[in-house]
């Protein structure tokens, strides 16, 4: 079913983006991904030396960047049919402490990286009826404490993705944002602390959480599917109902489950 799509992945040369373009290529679609390193991106393009990857170096939060990545995938391939747009990342610091620049930078990727992407390539993506994707979080559909900024990222993303959606209603076109649980990946390293400085270390047993892997492939099911959204793990899936239906209790295990004696510890 996917096989000869056009599909772009922000952000797959690590974790969930990455386990998405190894199973997409499997599939037999033609996949085109970006991200900031390099070294990331030829180790990425070594492992799939035969197949149709396209690689390109690009911070998706500049316009320019995101447009000239946009453009160079249509010059290889022809056009784009689905872009998912997961690029992102995370931050850690109480709200009272924090530098406004790790604010701006999580908003400038997580928000602005999907905004500029999709905007260069949504013309492409209406003349295919295909689909556009956003990897949004738990966080995007309940404010986490710590992450207020990563939190306030998600919750933007699916906004305009719902906005964008009723625009989109009579295209053809398909709008899905997806909410994974804690899944195993660098995200938590990688995340800005209040300096802005990476976080450099998991407070969490990533051994223990989802695998990119069925991560991706729970994606891949709904893109196959269609669907309006989805909401990932047990975990995942009881704080969401818990929020729309008891939310000041919310409010109180949210507290509980990330602090102890006062201090943020997750
Ligand atoms: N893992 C989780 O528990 C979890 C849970 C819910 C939602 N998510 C979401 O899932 C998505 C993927 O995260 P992950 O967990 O797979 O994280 P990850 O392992 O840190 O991978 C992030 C990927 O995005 C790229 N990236 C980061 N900033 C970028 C930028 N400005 N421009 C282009 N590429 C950029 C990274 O490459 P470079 O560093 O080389 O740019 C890397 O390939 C994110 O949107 C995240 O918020 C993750």
Redesign the pocket.
């Known amino acids: 079913m996917l096989k000869d799509k056009v599909i772009v992945v922000?952000?797959?040369?690590?974790?969930?983006?990455?386990a998405l373009v190894d199973q997409l290529l499997g599939e037999g679609a033609k996949v085109a991904t970006?991200?900031?390193?390099q070294e990331?991106?030829d180790a990425l393009k070594n492992e799939h030396i035969c197949k149709d990857l396209f690689v390109a170096q690009?911070?998706?939060?500049s316009e320019e960047e995101a447009k000239g990545f946009i453009e160079k995938t249509i010059d290889h391939f022809g056009h784009i049919d689905i872009l998912i747009n997961?690029?992102?990342?995370?931050m850690r610091s109480q709200f009272s402490e924090v530098s406004l620049e790790t604010m701006r930078r999580v908003m400038e990727?997580?928000f602005f990286?999907a905004i500029n992407c999709t905007r260069y390539a949504i013309d492409s993506i209406i003349r295919q009826k295909g689909s556009i994707v956003g990897?949004?979080?738990?966080?995007g559909n309940r404010g986490l404490p710590g992450r207020s900024g990563?939190s306030a990222s998600?919750f933007a993303l699916q906004g305009w993705m719902e906005a964008l959606r009723s625009e989109l209603l009579d295209t053809g076109v398909n709008v899905l944002w997806v909410?994974?649980?804690?899944?195993?990946?660098?995200?938590?390293?990688?995340a800005l602390t209040k300096t802005v400085s990476a976080q450099g270390k998991s407070p969490l047993n990533e051994d223990k959480?989802m695998t990119?892997e069925e991560c991706a492939s729970l994606i891949i099911k709904a893109i196959k599917k269609r669907k309006r959204t989805l909401v990932m793990t047990a975990q995942g899936k009881l704080t969401v109902f818990m929020n729309k239906f008891f939310p000041a209790w919310s409010d109180r295990l949210t507290r509980n489950f990330f602090y102890k004696n006062g201090v943020l510890v997750k």
């Open positions: 922000t952000g797959g040369s690590n974790g969930i983006g990455k970006c991200g900031r390193s990331k991106l690009c911070d998706v939060s997961n690029a992102g990342i995370s990727i997580n990286g990897i949004s979080s738990i966080a990563y998600k909410s994974p649980g804690f899944t195993k990946s660098n995200v938590r390293k990688a959480l990119p």
